[in-house]
């Protein structure tokens, strides 16, 4: 028995072009964590909402790490978090996320990434931004997708834009150890997504699929 058939997420490949997303197994925590600790964003920055990626050298990669296997850990049909590694012309450049609760019933989940501060302003976060989307959509039947970034981070907000998503109400939310932020809440329904130019191929979909609760198949599998 393989780790990816014990936790299917570990086995998933989504590729587009350059941009592979990838399950985090074992021997991509420490690339990552890595990563992380050579700089996601300057140092007056605040783009998460908890300041996790502000933590001190070693803290971070603990931190990040710890992160990983809670996640594996915590996965169940009805609540799950999945974490996908970017790779760029076969470059480990950063993550892509999604949460999402009782997906079977709500088709819906929230997409969030980092990507590593030396890969940022080349059209990568886009890129891995509309295979993850792309991936929702046609592979695992998602209805919208939403995001979600403050208003301070231009730079989230832009790559929103140019993947499709609306702009939707502001919220005043706490920000690190207190800090009072606004937050732009964001929407994409498929109608409306700004496509990639390169297809998608998708290793490891039926067993992904039936961890979250759907039936082998693609998206018009409902």
């Not at 393989?2 to 998933?12: I, K, R, S, Y």
């Not at 971070?60 to 590694?85: C, G, H, K, M, V």
């Not at 790559?159 to 502001?170: A, P």
Request: charged share 20%; proline share 6%.
């Amino acid at each position: 028995m393989t780790v990816a058939e014990l936790l299917p997420a570990l086995g998933l490949r989504v590729t587009a072009g350059p941009v592979q997303l990838l399950g985090i197994t074992d021997d991509l925590i420490p690339p990552l964590c890595q990563l992380a600790e050579n700089g996601i964003h300057g140092e007056d920055e605040r783009p998460f909402y908890a300041p996790w990626s502000s933590a001190p050298p070693g803290i971070l990669s603990r931190n990040t790490a710890q992160y990983f296997w809670r996640t594996r850990a915590d996965f169940l049909p009805e609540s799950w978090a999945l974490n996908l590694a970017v790779l760029h012309d076969g470059e480990l450049v950063g993550v892509q996320g999604i949460t999402t609760e009782n997906y079977w019933i709500t088709r819906t989940g929230e997409t969030g990434s980092w990507l590593g501060r030396r890969f940022q302003g080349q059209g990568i976060g886009t890129a891995m931004r509309q295979v993850m989307c792309a991936f929702l959509f046609d592979h695992l039947g998602a209805q919208e997708v939403t995001s979600a970034a403050f208003v301070d981070n231009p730079a989230s907000l832009a790559v929103s834009r140019k993947v499709g998503y609306r702009e939707g109400r502001e919220r005043r939310m706490t920000r690190g150890s207190g800090e009072m932020a606004l937050n732009r809440e964001l929407v994409l329904d498929p109608a409306d997504f700004v496509r990639g130019e390169d297809a998608l191929s998708v290793e490891g979909l039926d067993a992904f699929r039936a961890s979250i609760g759907l039936p082998p198949g693609n998206s018009s599998t409902r």
